[in-house]
């Protein structure tokens, strides 16, 4: 039995020390916050409740697989359904495209309310993606990375040096096909022209596997991580910031806290590595994709029937999520907004015909700033700075010896699933007792 250390409460930590307490070993997660859960949490305010963080996830079976793994099956702890409509696109012409996931036939059909032929080379772009993922899934997300007996179809996708702005701009005409399938890297921080073509990807696993959300807001998904680790015999040590780890001889002993050193035969890194002085120089070459602008609102009155999230595309771009906990006769919105944001996010939304600044009863504004500093550090993880981004991030093996990282920061892939599949890497690599 060996005795893991955690760092960081959020999804991929909380994942990882499930596997890994499953796996036999004597774990302790340590958390700066006075909770768990990280963006998986609940943002509160009168009767109101959001989601601190996202809304909905992709590719369910990551998530069932990791309850499997660690304990009772998921079925039994979360109620994760399947969303029939992504989401709502609208752009600045006055069109607006509903696209539904899970379905290359839907897609066609709707994609081709925007004009006859754009369905058809909306699929044809997104099957490219087909091998991509089954190559990236198999020996990238699945697989702990090792240049010796790398693919070399791997090698050369990661190192491909075409942007995914060039490759959407020769692929679609119509600049309204772009802003689609580029949108979720741009809300998530990144700038296109900086981005890899495979990172992409997320438009072909939203065709072929949905999205999928929880009843009341994933942050239930964080509160039964929680339990699964009480379930699960792991130590938790809350408001308990790491400071730096302890290396003798190459290899980590201990890892050094605010409220004194913790032992350690391995530490599972699931923060961002630039707070840990030991490995912030492997990472220096590197910068983290910070958040959007948020704001939380409680509305009153006759307020707008949206679906589950609505773009509105534009500059500002802005995203409207629905679906939070509200009073009967009453709605919770979050609206994330990025790019030049000169004045209030809601006066924004008006400008975009969602005008709704007189029904607002409740708000709480959150800065990218107040996020980092709510969550220490970003939920988005490395920003793209070309392919080379892909292979000076860490993951799941460190330069140091025992140390492992997981989470937001160790994957090359946005969100849950991704940070879920880096703790299975780190779970294989540790192994059983």
């Given at each position: 039995m060996a005795r893991v250390v955690v760092i960081g409460g959020g999804f991929g930590g909380m994942a990882a020390a499930a596997r890994l307490a499953k796996l036999g070993h004597d774990v302790t997660l340590l958390e700066r916050s006075a909770q768990l859960g990280g963006a998986l949490t609940t943002v509160e305010l009168d009767e109101f409740a959001w989601d601190a963080g996202p809304t909905s996830t992709l590719l369910p079976a990551v998530i069932r697989d990791l309850f499997r793994k660690s304990g009772r099956p998921l079925e039994r702890e979360v109620d994760l359904q399947p969303l029939d409509l992504v989401r709502e696109h609208r752009f600045a012409d006055g069109t607006s495209l509903q696209l539904p996931g899970a379905s290359r036939a839907a897609q066609l059909a709707a994609v081709d309310g925007l004009g006859t032929g754009l369905g058809q080379q909306w699929v044809d772009h997104v099957a490219t993606y087909g091998e991509t993922w089954e190559l990236l899934r198999k020996e990238w997300f699945e697989r702990p990375f090792d240049d010796v007996v790398a693919p070399a179809e791997l090698t050369s996708l990661l190192g491909r040096r075409e942007s995914l702005d060039?490759?959407?701009?020769?692929?679609?005409?119509?600049?309204?096909?772009?802003?689609?399938?580029?949108?979720?890297?741009?809300?998530?921080?990144?700038?296109?022209?900086?981005?890899?073509?495979?990172?992409?990807?997320?438009?072909?696993?939203?065709?072929?596997?949905?999205?999928?959300?929880?009843?009341?807001?994933?942050?239930?998904?964080?509160?039964?991580?929680?339990?699964?680790?009480?379930?699960?015999?792991?130590?938790?040590?809350?408001?308990?910031?790491?400071?730096?780890?302890?290396?003798?001889?190459?290899?980590?002993?201990?890892?050094?806290?605010?409220?004194?050193?913790?032992?350690?035969?391995?530490?599972?890194?699931?923060?961002?590595?630039?707070?840990?002085?030991?490995l912030a120089s492997?990472?220096?070459?590197?910068?983290?994709?910070?958040?959007?602008?948020?704001?939380?609102?409680?509305?009153?009155?006759?307020?707008?029937?949206?679906?589950?999230?609505?773009?509105?595309?534009?500059?500002?771009?802005?995203?409207?999520?629905?679906?939070?906990?509200?009073?009967?006769?009453?709605?919770?919105?979050?609206?994330?907004?990025?790019?030049?944001?000169?004045?209030?996010?809601?006066?924004?939304?008006?400008?975009?015909?969602?005008?709704?600044?007189?029904?607002?009863?409740?708000?709480?504004?959150?800065?990218?700033?107040?996020?980092?500093?709510?969550?220490?550090?970003?939920?988005?993880?490395?920003?793209?700075?070309?392919?080379?981004?892909?292979?000076?991030?860490?993951?799941?093996?460190?330069?140091?010896?025992?140390?492992?990282?997981?989470?937001?920061?160790?994957?090359?892939?946005?969100?849950?699933?991704?940070?879920?599949?880096?703790?299975?890497l780190v779970a294989e690599v540790v192994g059983r007792a």
């Open positions: 060039k490759r959407l701009r020769r692929t679609f005409r119509d600049e309204r096909l772009r802003l689609v399938a580029g949108h979720r890297l741009v809300m998530d921080g990144h700038v296109l022209r900086d981005v890899p073509v495979f990172a992409g990807v997320d438009i072909y696993l939203e065709q072929r596997f949905g999205a999928w959300t929880v009843p009341g807001g994933l942050a239930t998904l964080g509160t039964a991580m929680a339990e699964r680790l009480v379930l699960r015999g792991v130590t938790v040590l809350t408001s308990t910031a790491a400071t730096d780890l302890v290396v003798t001889g190459g290899r980590v002993a201990a890892v050094r806290t605010d409220q004194g050193e913790v032992p350690a035969d391995h530490v599972v890194v699931a923060i961002d590595p630039r707070r840990l002085p030991a492997y990472v220096r070459r590197t910068m983290p994709a910070f958040p959007p602008v948020v704001c939380h609102v409680g509305l009153e009155g006759d307020v707008p029937d949206l679906p589950h999230e609505v773009v509105l595309h534009g500059d500002p771009l802005l995203v409207v999520r629905t679906g939070g906990r509200a009073p009967d006769g009453a709605a919770a919105w979050t609206v994330l907004g990025r790019g030049r944001i000169a004045e209030d996010v809601l006066t924004a939304l008006a400008r975009q015909g969602l005008d709704v600044r007189k029904k607002v009863v409740a708000r709480v504004d959150r800065s990218p700033r107040d996020l980092v500093e709510r969550w220490g550090g970003s939920p988005h993880g490395v920003l793209w700075q070309g392919p080379r981004t892909a292979r000076t991030r860490l993951g799941p093996r460190t330069p140091i010896d025992g140390v492992l990282t997981a989470g937001a920061h160790a994957t090359t892939g946005s969100g849950l699933p991704f940070a879920g599949l880096s703790a299975a």
